[in-house]
Structure formats: structure tokens, C-alpha cells
């Protein structure tokens, strides 16, 4: 198997083992693992651009990874082998390297199974020294991978790292991991931190543009909020309950916008993401999801429309809402809280599974209920309504179509890239979704904009609707069969308006 592919797993398997608090990660006792010949503790993984002159930049410009109180904790057993007088009884070994470099650490003899540390057929073929990491000069820059020695001395149990900062001058994805070749230092543990940082503050590479990204959206659901608003106030009389809801959407869309760009702000300028901020934007934006889809489910069912409620299925709406929450918030509080990396770990891949499910689901339950208003509509030749859900079906359909589409090619995006050297670009993937939310919004803001005419998109049991006037036309034609024919039809309506409210109640149960 492949060394890089393998430091490449063991650094998505291990992101969790890292306690990471914004750009500062944060190591807390943490064992190293064995991998291959080696014991191996990732230190992270951000994209990170290249050092820039301070004109150019609205911070200091400069793009570095600092080592800080790092101190490393050896066994007692390990220690007790050596003498206090020895000068070197030990050798751990802090490699950064970037993506594309992944090969020039470790190396394989005659062909076969690489190795992270230097063995003695590899000392006489390739020169390494026995018991340290195996590092090939990069092509562009000699003086990459870095490798910083840290000893330990005698029979002492401890020993720290200087303080060190490793500046950045080319744009790259970079890796850090500590290295043990020494299989005495099995056990070994480390405490400490690192700093890193990109040439405009604190933000990972590929959350550097997202702060941007959330003061467009900002902007965006302010001035539609504006509009929706100052219709809402001006027709405040013919108001429809489902407008109401579409109302509490757009401010908990704005509400989420504003706290996203606040904690990217806050995290960019000092390095740190408080929990308690990224949880509470988290909550807000599970929220605004769960809402924004229980309003399209309604929606489609017709509430307001041709339903006055929603009846036995109200009940089986609301607990698929509180699943769907409850999977978004556990898949967003393990994406973003606490989170800095430039890598997904895999509790995130677990915890994506319930929430696709549940997407799937809603979307099959939406087009079913959408399916069936539509065939009531047309039984009952409301015209207006017909045209409104019409239109909204195609616009549902769009967004799914999109959605297919996208999700094909984030698979593609993330399957061709594994190493994540495609890290400038990878901040589109997620921002698509935010997008599309807010495009079916405006869509639905459209066809629901609060007017003198709302009511007539309300429900009424009297089921004696307008007619096109074509039909009408024709049903008034003077020929006596053709008025018998309109006083039946009229007859007919009204049953139907009688028996409207019961039929409803029959299909809930039925649903």
C-alpha cells in the first residue's frame, strides 16, 4: 500500500484524536499510533497561502504554523533504559510537508512495501539515516518537507520543544505530523499547540472565503427581507397564515446569515471559535432548515389552500421536523463546532447517512402530496390556484433536478481529490446548498407575496370557485340541454361544497 495514501487515511481516520479550537490546535496528552515502522501523531492539515507583504494584505501578511509548549511525555520503562548521563536517549520528530510533496517522505527497498523510517537496507541505497524520517528533497524548494528534531536527554521522562515558527512561501495544503522511529517511544504522549495562520488572519484556507460569502447572503436576505416586509405591512389585513411562516423564515435566514459572518469575523481576527457562538449559529441555521422544509411539505399539501389544516397528518409532520433537527444539528455541530481542519473526519460521513435519508424521504413525501393537490385542483377547476402550483411545482422540480446534479458532482470533486489540493475551490461545495435555499425562497416569496388578491389563494369550503371563462362560456350557451346541463353542474357544487370539509378529513386518514 501506498506510504502517502496511508498517511493520507490516517489522518482522516485521526482528526477526531485532535482537539482543535479555531486555527489554534490544541493537543492534549495525545498517544501516538503505530503506522507501518513508525508512531505517528497528525498535528492537522489547513491550506494555507503564501506569505504576503504587508500593503498587500489588511493584516500583518504573513502566513506561518508556530509550535508552542510543546512537550512530550515518554513511559517510565522507556526512560529507565538510559542513564542520566547519556546526552541523546530519544528522537521525536515534527515533519510538515505539503500535499504534493506527499511522496518525498519515506521511501521502499528494492521495490517494495515503503517505510516512514529509515531501515539499514534503505541507509545503504538511499543514504537516510538509520531511525529518522526518510525525506527527499522537494523539486521546487530543497529545503521542503521540514523536519525539526526534538531529543530526549537522559533517563528523564519529559522533554519540550523550542518555540519555533515555520514561515509559508508558496500556496499549498499542508500537513504536520510528529514522528517516533524509535520503537523504545511506543507509548509516548504529547501536550502543547500549534498556530496557524494565513496571510489576511486565522481563517483555514478553505474557510477564508466563506466570510465574504456570508455578507453577500446577508446583504441578499436584507433586501429581501425589505421587500417581503413592506408588502407584508401594506396588506397586513389580507395576510394568510402561510405567509406568516414564510415571514419567520426569511428573519431566521437573515438571523443565521449574520451570525455566520460573525463567527468566521471573530475567528479570523483572533484565532479562536467559541463554542458557545458556533453552536448557537449552528442551532439557528438547523432551525431555518428544518422550518424551510416543513413550509415547502405544507406547502404541497395544499394548507391554506385547499386543506384548512393539516389533520391526522400534523402529528407525523411535526416528528418528522423534530428528526430532521435533530440530524441536522448532530451533523453540523460535528462539521463546524470546534472544527478548523481542512479535512472531514469520519464521524461527519456517519452522521451525513440519516440526513440524506431524511431529504430523500421529504422529497418523496413533497412531490406525492404536490401530486395529489394538483389532481384536487384540477377536479375542482380552480384556475388561479392551479396556475400558482403549477409554477411552484416546476420550480420544485428545477431544484431538484439541481440538487442530483450538484451532489454528482461534489462526489466526483471529493472522489478525484483525496488529498484535498483542490482546497481553494472546496468552500463552493457547501455554500451551493445555501444558495439554492435561497433561491426556492425568493421563488415561494414570489408566488405567495402578500397583495389585495391573497385571500383568494385561501381556503374556502364553499368549492363554487371561478371557472376559466372559456368553461364558463361554454356551460352558459344558450341550448336546453346545456341548461339543464349547468343547473346539475350547479347542483353537483353544491353537495360539494357541503360534503368539501368531510372529503378532506377522509383523505388525512387515508394519508
Known sequence: MDLAYRISMFLLLSTALTTTNASIHIYRNQLFNEVGN?????????????SLSSEKSVSDGRSFIRFENITFWRTQAAADGHSDE????????????EAADRNNIGGSAYGGQRSICCTPDLAKLEGCKQGEVIRIPSATDSNWPIVLNIHFGGNYLSTSMDKTEVPITKTGMYNLFFIACDPKLKGTTMSGKTVWKNPDGYLPGRMAPLMKFYVYMTIA??????????????????????QHCITAVIGLGLFEMILWYLDYSNFNSSGMRPVVLTSWVVTVGAIRKTLARLLILSVSMGYGVVRPTLG??????????????????????TEYVGTINDVSGRARLFLVLPDAFLDAFLILWIFTSLSKTLEQLQVKRTSAKLDLYRKFSNALAVAVIASVGWITFEVYFKATDPFNERWQSAWIIT????ILSFALLCVICYLWAPSQSSQRYAYSGDVREEFDEEEAQSLTRGQSDGDVGLVKQERNNGNAGVSDHEDDMEEDKRE
Open 86 to 97: 547519556e546526552h541523546s536517549t530519544g528522537l521525536i520528530q515534527a515533519v510538515i510537508f
Open 221 to 242: 436576505y436584507l433586501l429581501l427581507s425589505i421587500i417581503w416586509f413592506s408588502q407584508y405591512v401594506r396588506f397586513w389585513k389580507d395576510i394568510l397564515l402561510l
Open 312 to 333: 391526522g397528518l400534523t402529528s407525523k409532520v411535526l416528528l418528522l421536523g423534530a428528526t430532521y433537527f435533530l440530524a441536522s444539528e448532530l451533523l453540523d455541530i
Open 38 to 50: 513508525a508512531y505517528l501523531l497528525p498535528g492537522g492539515s489547513e491550506g494555507l497561502a503564501a
Open 431 to 434: 455554500t451551493f446548498w445555501d
